[in-house]
T-cell receptor, first 112, second 112 residues
């Protein structure tokens, strides 16, 4: 059962442009996380935003969370070719033994 | 630190064969999990463990077995391989359910 769903499925931009990916989810969460996956590699954690936070920054990454709309966005500013990867959001529920549920991901292609 | 180490990286099996995918972490994480990643399906949770001696089923547990005798190791066993189990398998670990997951680089498994 997929909790988070990313949008768009694929995104193609030029170097220097900003990339925005969205994630929608269905049930209440403790936190929402974003991960990056380079081709042929495992997922790498990028940023975690808690349910009581609205915005968080990490370097060129900006994540927003709107719990009333059950949605989050990941903005990558001044993108580079090295940002080419798939990006996933992951959510968890509020019970103590819930597990992370990943969306299907957004494939980002940044062309030089 | 090695982080999460998965072996083997690639494996080809015949239908009906059994095998064990190995996963080891050196971060003293209590929480470990196994996912499979299929095109268009995102990551789906197979089994997870909240500590040595404690395991539970995820979304797609059928055909797989796990055990957790030590904090460090969390092997995944395919009992009788089927072509539907052709996938990329990822092991992950973390301090807790709501914490960032650390992923291995995956095992690419083909069942003929």
């Amino acid at each position: 059962s997929q909790q988070g769903e990313e949008d768009p499925q694929a995104l193609s931009i030029q170097e220097g442009e900003n990339a925005t990916m969205n994630c929608s989810y269905k049930t209440s969460i403790n936190n929402l996380q974003w991960y990056r996956q380079n081709s042929g590699r495992g997922l790498v954690h990028l940023i975690l935003i808690r349910s009581n936070e609205r915005e968080k920054h990490s370097g060129r990454l900006r994540v927003t969370l709107d719990t009333s709309k059950k949605s989050s966005s990941l903005l990558i500013t001044a993108s580079r070719a090295a940002d080419t990867a798939s990006y996933f959001c992951a959510t968890d529920g509020q019970s103590g033994y819930s597990t992370l549920t990943f969306g299907k991901g957004t494939m980002l292609l940044v062309s030089p | 630190n090695a982080g999460v180490t998965q072996t083997p990286k690639f494996q080809v099996l015949k239908t009906g064969q059994s095998m064990t995918l190995q996963c080891a972490q050196d971060m003293n994480h209590e929480y470990m999990s196994w996912y499979r990643q299929d095109p268009g399906m995102g990551l789906r949770l197979i089994h997870y463990s909240v500590g040595a001696g404690i395991t539970d089923q995820g979304e797609v547990p059928n055909g797989y077995n796990v055990s957790r005798s030590t904090t460090e190791d969390f092997p995944l066993r395919l009992l009788s391989a089927a072509p539907s189990q052709t996938s990329v398998y990822f092991c992950a670990s973390s301090y807790g359910f709501h914490q960032p997951q650390h992923f291995g680089d995956g095992t690419r498994l083909s069942i003929l």
